[in-house]
């Protein structure tokens, strides 16, 4: 919204990208990613726009009234969900296979989208996470939303950007947990009776409406009808009786750190003896190579 004010804006005036790049002494590209949504300006650049377009302080008002910490990456399918979760007052997670977005650590967030099916740049990769990070913001923190967690015990097994990740990961759940509105159960592979076919989240808005969503493969599915509602609440509730404690599920979750603590020191290690085996063969090659017999000094 603010990109395409400040283009209407600048074509108004009579200016190109490229006459504005000149006279505010910088890229064309900078001016043409602040249209399109793709880079928030400072508060003097934006100050500099109103200036040059006569725009008194429409550009700067507007600019006061966006956030500017909600990304323009989420998908559309998307977007509603993220809407809803800015405003629930409890939510209620079921996630297996990986770890869910709210809980997420950032090195954690980074391997999965550099790890995607789709080849993302570095940038993308950065607004990305970015972008699932800032949805935690009002959530982890004291006296936020009620947050309920079933994490299938897939999620904390299965390694992902390896151990030194996995452990960063496990920590942060385990320091989360700790939060008065956080809670975390496990359900373990065995001795369950209840299985949910798919990830999903119940939310909880502040009118009392309550709705639920899952995924597919491309496509996010959104229901606020009382049946659907009700039918899987009812399933979550199964599930989280058959669980084992808070207590117990982070006893699991410290096994799997432990576990992943071992493997990356095993890891370390493997790779000093690799260079130190690197090492011994450059020496040994050095010590092998021809020797060059010493030249006689001339007598006086």
Request: aromatic share 6%; glycine share 8%.
């Amino acid at each position: 919204m603010f990109g395409e004010e400040l283009k209407y804006a600048r074509e108004a005036a009579g200016y190109t990208q490229g006459d504005v790049g000149k006279l505010l002494h910088c890229d064309r590209t900078v001016v043409s990613r602040t249209e399109s949504g793709k880079r928030k300006p400072s508060v003097e650049e934006v100050g500099e726009f109103d200036r040059l377009y006569g725009s008194g302080d429409l550009l700067m008002r507007l600019y006061g009234r966006v956030d500017w910490d909600v990304s323009v990456e989420h998908p559309d399918w998307f977007q509603e969900q993220v809407d809803r979760e800015a405003i629930a007052v409890g939510l209620r997670v079921y996630q297996d296979s990986v770890v869910h977005g709210l809980l997420q650590c950032r090195q954690y967030a980074h391997a999965l989208f550099a790890n995607g099916a789709a080849a993302l740049g570095r940038e993308e990769i950065e607004e990305r996470v970015k972008a699932r990070l800032s949805r935690q913001d009002r959530i982890l923190v004291p006296g936020g939303p009620l947050l309920l967690v079933i994490l299938d015990e897939s999620a904390i097994r299965t390694v992902v950007g390896g151990p030194g990740v996995m452990r960063h990961q496990m920590e942060h759940l385990l320091r989360v947990a700790q939060l008065p509105n956080v809670l975390i159960q496990v359900a373990p592979f065995a001795h369950r009776r209840t299985f949910i076919k798919t990830a999903m989240v119940l939310l909880e808005l502040p009118d009392g409406q309550r709705s639920v969503y899952s995924e597919s493969l491309e496509q996010g599915h959104l229901s606020d009808v009382p049946a659907t509602v009700a039918k899987y609440q009812r399933r979550y509730d199964q599930l989280r009786v058959e669980c084992p404690s808070e207590r117990d599920s982070l006893r699991l979750i410290a096994d799997a750190l432990e576990g992943f603590r071992d493997e990356e020191q095993r890891a370390r290690g493997s790779r000093l003896e690799e260079e130190q085996l690197q090492r011994g063969r450059r020496r040994r090659l050095h010590r092998g190579g021809p020797r060059i017999p010493p030249q006689r000094r001339p007598r006086a």
